[in-house]
Nanobody
Framework: QVQLVESGGGLVQAGGSLRLSCAAS????????MDWYRQAPGKEREFVAG????????YFADSVKGRFTISRDSAKNTVYLQMNNLKPEDTAIYYC???????WGQGTQVTVSS
């Protein structure tokens, strides 16, 4: 089993920044990739960004390219999502996901005010 704990959410004004963290514990020896998703009220959960654990290649949804970056600390089994130039449409609950196994964290709320 794997446990994921997200943190770093909060309330920020448009144009501001936040850094989310997701720490993995448990059977983490076989992490292939970790991704961030988000779900806004009344909408489906959508992919935001991801990182391959080996090699560190990254990939992003078009809506966040150039504003968000993703990184990892392999020693801490932690993935980070740096979110800059936040917009009100970024408001959502942000979840991290670990593959293989399709594990999910409990989510962290990000609210961007206009």
């Amino acid at each position: 089993q794997v446990q994921l704990v997200e943190s770093g959410g909060g309330l920020v004004q448009a144009g501001g920044s936040l850094r989310l963290s997701c720490a993995a514990s448990g059977r983490t020896f076989s992490i292939f990739n970790m991704d961030w998703y988000r779900q806004a009220p009344g909408k489906e959960r959508e992919f935001v960004a991801g990182i391959r654990w080996s090699g560190g290649s990254t990939y992003f949804a078009d809506s966040v390219k150039g504003r968000f970056t993703i990184s990892r600390d392999s020693a801490k089994n932690t993935v980070y999502l740096q979110m800059n130039n936040l917009k009100p449409e970024d408001t959502a609950i942000y979840y991290c996901n670990l593959y293989p196994g399709n594990y999910w964290g409990q989510g962290t709320q990000v609210t961007v005010s206009s």
